[in-house]
């Protein structure tokens, strides 16, 4: 067995996220969003070199005046993969980025805007990332229903991909059954703990496969060229300084 | 627009939308088949947001990536706050997008009116400010207080700015 290379949880979530970027398509990520900022231009620097990235805030990916102007490319089904970090997800891919506790006398209530709402059904593959994989954000039903895994009968819809990339494994949804299920399992964790800090059953039958590791070349790439780029461009700098190593 | 809804894409089975006696799921007239949610127009009675420069025709000049030409087409009346009233604006006006003063009820000379947040040529926002007003939006006790503290102790806005230590002399003459 070849040696699998040490990595921090953001540089893990960083290159599993890379993988998902295809060339040629438009990926974007919202406000808050190093992670999936970091894998955008890492899949750029690497297999995905035509694919259209746009991370908001940032002053070099950002190529829209006002809110309404990304909404309305997504609206048109112009963005491919878009990712979100929610605060709750349950089997059913309903997300919470809204509230903990009751919407009418919350614990806290986070800003939680429409977009995520909106793109949820706009945009063909959605991507969820987290750091931590853990029965708090892995719940059987969601506080809140910021947006919902399924559409009601006869309300079109084009996402018909949701994962979810968390620092133990990959869950998808089943298409059909419209559950969440576990795709595979990273390397150094394991189904038991996976399913010790899952808050619903993942329709686990028979052997999980593993995630394919990490490799060298994608962390030598990550922590030299993408980590340089991000510095330059003002792409999240003090979180690249800081959460992306040194090769 | 005066249109009574829109269309949206996206919302269907949330609680976002189930909450909101505005939105609704309807057939599309031109497919019966599918559905979607609308959202009622919002209609304000009076909109009122502030700019940097306004002129005595109430031609204004807002945030160049700001949403006020929508929020004033909406509104029955439109009353613009400026940190400056000149005596005349065109389309040619830079930096800010300029807004006819056929959409425009009243203009009003505010310095600072935008103050504890940003007006962008004019004073950056003041974290500490923005910072005291989140803390104090825990509870309805803690905004009274701050309301209290912040706007009810002065008499006007001026006496409100000089207390901060912000007149638009001081401002000039630090820059």
Redesign the interface.
Known sequence: MTQIPECTMEELLAVLISREVKDFEMSACGALSFIPAAGMLLASHTHAPHAEIIIQGSKEYFPF??G?DWHNMA?RGQMDLFFIGAIEIDRHA?FNL?VIGD?DHPDVLMPGL?GS??????VPRIIFFRTEHTRRFLVEKVQ?????G???E???RRNREVKIITPRAILRRNEETRFLELESVHPGHTLKEVLDNTGFDLGVKGKVPETSPVTADELHVLRTAVKKHMIETETYPELARTRIMVD | MGIPYVP?????????A??RSDFT?A?NPFNP?????VAKAINPDVAIFHCAKADRAGNVLTR????EMLLAQASRKVIVTAEEIVDKLSLDDAPGRFMPGVHVTAVVRAPFGAYPTEATGYYDEDEEQILEYVKASDSDEAFSRYLDKNVFAFDSHDAYLESRRLSPARVAAAL
């Open positions: 005046v006002g309404p609206s309903n809204h919407r429409y709402g909106l793109l949820y059904y706009t809140f229903i910021s947006a919902a399924s559409a009601p006869g309300v079109p | 949206v894409l996206g919302l269907a089975g949330s609680d976002v189930a909450r799921i057939p088949e599918e559905k979607f949610v160049k990536k700001g949403n």
